[in-house]
T-cell receptor
């Protein structure tokens, strides 16, 4: 079965320091991986995705993510955190090889990022 | 270019009433997905629709819940005889095609409170 794990409920970082939000996945075929950010009482905003090719994917607001097939991970990173990055971050996966509908995303439970000044 | 629109943003219903949630996809998108977010949890898939067709409703409860995406107008998620456990944020997303590589773009959500 497809699944996504975000092992940390919360990540605390000082402004200006690098940040990492972890994500691991389990699929039967090739994964399509996505990161979204959710600000309080708002919808999800797309940050970046990995489909194929270069393992390092660059996205919006200076975020990037590294796809690691052997570790089945897709960690989100940013070299220098901003207070305004504080939000809820969701990792999601779609399974290319899944026999059923390819429509839906499978989401992790989310990681709350708190960046302190 | 307008994004995905949902209304109402907030909906309060008493137990036993009906809730209707509307979603207008992004311009040019004909694929709509509904997700539910319970407090302190991630999003759970409910249903996937194309115009006039339900493609996958495997995540939607069999009782009381229904969805449609007519040829004209928004997609509707309908919850009959609501119960307190239906209180959640309901998000709609859209994509241009059914390709697995497509990004799903989300609306602002409808927050349903059942009293």
């Amino acid at each position: 079965a497809q699944s996504v794990a975000q092992p940390e409920d919360q990540v605390n970082v000082a402004e200006g320091n690098p940040l990492t939000v972890k994500c691991t996945y389990s699929v039967s075929g090739n994964p399509y991986l996505f990161w979204y950010v959710q600000y309080p009482n708002r919808g999800l905003q797309f940050l970046l995705k990995y489909i194929t090719g270069d393992n390092l994917v660059k996205g919006s607001y200076g975020f990037e993510a590294e796809f690691n097939k052997s570790q089945t991970s897709f960690h989100l990173k940013k070299p220098s955190a901003l207070v305004s990055d504080s939000a809820l971050y969701f990792c999601a996966v779609r399974d290319e090889g899944y026999g059923g509908s390819q429509g839906n995303l499978i989401f992790g439970k989310g990681t709350k990022l708190s960046v302190k000044p | 270019n307008a994004g995905v629109m949902q209304n109402p943003r907030h909906l309060v219903r008493r137990r036993g009433q009906e809730a209707r949630l509307r979603c207008s996809p992004m311009k040019g998108h004909s694929h709509v997905y509904w997700y539910r977010q319970l407090p302190e949890e991630g999003l759970k898939f409910m249903v996937y629709l194309q115009k006039e067709n339900i493609i996958d409703e495997s995540g939607m409860p069999k009782e009381r819940f229904s969805a449609e995406f007519p040829k004209e107008g928004p997609s509707i998620l309908r919850i009959q005889q609501v119960v307190r456990g239906d209180s959640a944020a309901y998000f709609c997303a859209s994509s241009p095609t059914s390709a697995g590589t497509d990004t799903q773009y989300f609306g602002p959500g409808t927050r349903l409170t059942v009293l």
